[in-house]
């Protein structure tokens, strides 16, 4: 399936919202979609309840996250709350050795690669610029330039593609992103070289202030085609619809056909970050539309339709929310800061004369403090 | 022993890398079929493969960005930056994320990457096509920068950024590119003097010149002419711009107490700026006299026509010299 959703040059993109590919409606009724269909065959309710309660778990991470930087615990938190469909949709189409370029806002997609609870808080309470080893998850260090990830993610597929393996390189970026040189360079280099990448491009309407139209004049899905990679347009709150799309991207770019773009429609439900006021830039009955489309609640529908949300699964994922919570609570307030000198690690591989002169300098300082505190 | 090119001998020093170890890319515009537009990837890719000799799209931010993950999945590449001048549209990616991954990441991720630019000016070239943005990378931590001025130091010093497990980035005077010399190929990397170490291009006991790169030449010439006035120039071929070699500078500065330091980027800011400020601090009470800038003004690269009079040459380097020996100078009664 090489597809091109079916855009409409017409669609206004802040409204047309409907103009994707679904298999969930947003009352929660399962419909089929001829190119999507044959990539969730295998999944039946028990795989849905587990896609049910990542989401219900990331939107806790992130409530927790909102709460501890309202107490003060954490510096800022970028809230990725009404886009779960997204992230665990698409990231739970990687394979563990696949490998995931995250932005800032991508909190499910570490959440999904086995990120831990110190890891979605410590970076942003100022303990460290990252806090887990890229290598292990086999997920990027989360990027807060706007699309500079993409580059890295084709250039990590070139590497794959020279080592004869059969992993596949995942670039996440949002609607904003797709303004910026380096994503459509990544595009440009990802078709020219056919490497296993896929694009995932959380459209979720808002740049900061920006309306997606200020980015975009048609479908961002639209674009890809002119680079020669296929794309399609999907309903992010629809988490199945996420995951058949993202396996079907992911599989084309295993078997050696190149990279594939997703376009997610989703929402923003808060702010950009904290530090923003989304009310001094956009109307309540927008979030209003927004959170009849809860990527969560229609999966609740499904599930109750198809008598799988019963009392004791419902008690089950709250307690398991309820303890996650609380760890990534405990992770922010546990936090050990790393002591003064730890700055000058890591500048550099190999010894530096200048950062190790500054080392040296700055703790001749410290210590002067020291000795006058024990006179 | 042989006679080369310094672009012959950056081509050895590639191909020998690349003969080593197979992680080694080279990657950039025009550097497979051609050669490279200063034919210093010459035969690389007829050797190497396109896979390993990667023509790429014509976009700076792509060809650092993909080099990025590239060395984060294990390879070691060599990007060339086909001009000076076309740095800078990647200059976010070497900035934000070349320098600071190592950083970012605590030390899990190395970015053994080796950023190749032919560098500078004195080849009457257009515009964008002589600059000397070395400063700009000197001021972000997490980079090394060097700077070479023979072809045996190209040779060496790029096997040695290629080894490297942090970024390097790496200046290539244009004007030397067909300036021969004796190079020793065999010799190891690994026990040649590190690229970090400058190197006393000519012992003297007057002044001290530091300077890098193609001026090193114009010191060189200076200090022969300085010969015929009985003065002694000792010049400093710095060789690496971060970090500096201070021990090697100092040493220096102590026996002259004089320094003139000379390079073509313009002044305000620049290398020069930082040379004058850390000697003034490392050697204050050894200096005689102020320390003196030799530099190319705070212009836009101008015009080829023109450029000998941005470019400092030898006149320029030995007006200095003057001034920080108290003799007539160009500065002589001037209120300052």
């Known amino acids: 399936m090489t597809t091109v959703h079916t855009l409409n040059p017409m669609a206004d993109l802040a409204t047309d919202v409907d103009d994707v590919a679904r298999l969930l409606t947003p009352a929660g009724e399962r419909v089929v979609d001829p190119d999507l269909q044959q990539w969730i065959e295998d999944v039946d309710t028990a795989a849905i309840q587990r896609l049910y309660r ?25 809230p990725c709350q009404g886009q779960e469909a997204t992230q665990i949709g698409t990231a739970r189409a ?282 | 022993m042989v006679q080369l090119t310094m672009a012959k001998a950056i081509n050895e020093g590639l191909r020998r890398a690349m003969a080593d170890d197979p992680k080694v890319l080279v990657m950039g515009e025009d550097i497979g079929k051609l050669g490279g537009v200063f034919r210093v990837t010459d035969r690389l890719q007829e050797e190497f493969g396109a896979k390993r000799v990667i023509d790429t799209p014509l976009a700076e931010s792509g060809i650092v960005g993909t080099a990025v993950g590239l060395a984060l999945r294990g390879f070691r590449p060599v990007v060339e930056i086909q001009f000076d001048g076309f740095v800078y549209p990647a200059f976010d990616q070497i900035v934000c994320q070349v320098a600071k991954l190592h950083y970012r990441t605590r030390g899990n991720v190395r970015m053994p990457l080796t950023i190749r630019i032919p560098w500078a000016g004195g080849v009457g070239a257009a515009e964008h096509h002589s600059e000397s943005p070395e400063a700009y990378f000197v001021h972000t931590s997490g980079l090394r920068v060097v700077a070479v001025s023979n072809p045996q130091d190209a040779y060496v010093m790029l096997r040695q950024a290629i080894a490297s497990d942090d970024p390097v980035v790496y200046f290539e005077p244009k004007r030397l590119y067909h300036t021969k010399a004796e190079v020793h190929l065999d010799v190891d990397p690994a026990d040649a003097p590190p690229m970090g170490l400058a190197r006393v291009a000519r012992e003297g006991t007057d002044v001290t010149v530091l300077t890098y790169g193609a001026q090193v030449a114009t010191a060189l010439d200076a200090a022969l002419a300085a010969e015929e006035d009985g003065i002694s120039l000792e010049v400093i071929d710095l060789r690496s711009l971060s970090p500096v070699d201070y021990r090697t500078v100092g040493a220096s500065v102590r026996k002259t107490g004089r320094v003139v330091v000379t390079h073509e980027a313009a002044r305000e800011a620049g290398v020069g700026a930082e040379l004058v400020a850390s000697v003034t601090e490392r050697c204050f009470h050894y200096l005689e006299t102020p320390p003196v800038r030799v530099t190319g003004h705070d212009i836009p690269y101008p015009p080829a026509k023109l450029e000998k009079h941005h470019v400092p040459d030898l006149d320029r380097v030995l007006d200095a010299v003057d001034r920080v020996l108290d003799r007539p100078n160009s500065l002589t009664g001037v209120e300052q």
């Open chain 1, 54 to 78: 990542d989401m219900v778990l990331l939107r806790r991470i992130d409530a927790e996250g909102v709460a501890l930087q309202r107490q003060g615990q954490v510096g800022l938190w970028p």
């Open chain 1, 94 to 375: 990687l394979r563990a050795d696949d490998f995931a370029f995250p932005s800032y806002r991508e909190t499910g997609v570490v959440y999904a690669r086995g990120g831990k609870p110190s890891d979605y808080v410590l970076a942003w309470r100022g303990e460290g610029h990252s806090t887990y080893n890229p290598y292990k998850l086999h997920t990027a260090t989360q990027q807060i330039i706007i699309g500079a990830q993409s580059l890295h993610a084709v250039g990590y597929a070139m590497g794959v593609q020279r080592d004869g393996g059969d992993q596949v390189a995942a670039a996440y970026f949002g609607d904003g992103a797709t303004s910026q040189g380096d994503v459509n360079e990544a595009m440009v280099f990802a078709s020219s070289f056919g490497a296993p990448v896929v694009f995932v491009c959380t459209n979720n309407q808002w740049a900061i202030s920006e309306p997606v139209s200020v980015q975009a004049r048609f479908p961002i899905a639209g674009r890809a085609p002119g680079f020669g990679i296929p794309s399609m347009r999907v309903d992010g709150n629809d988490v199945l619809a996420c995951l058949a799309a993202m396996r079907w991207a992911v599989d084309h770019a295993r078997k050696g056909r190149g990279p594939a773009f997703l376009e997610a429609v989703t929402y923003r439900m808060g702010p950009h970050t904290t530090s923003d006021d989304p009310t001094r830039y956009r109307d309540k009955e927008e979030v209003e539309i927004w959170r009849r489309r809860d990527p969560i609640d229609r999966v609740e529908a499904l599930l109750r339709a198809e008598d799988a949300f019963d009392d004791g699964f419902v008690a089950e994922v709250a307690a398991d929310a309820d303890a996650l919570a609380a760890e990534v609570r405990q992770a922010a307030m546990g936090a050990v800061t790393r002591e003064p000198l730890s700055i000058f690690d890591d500048v550099y591989a190999e010894p530096h004369s200048g950062i190790d002169e500054q080392r040296v300098a700055y703790a001749a300082y410290l210590n002067g403090f020291a000795a006058t505190q024990e006179s």
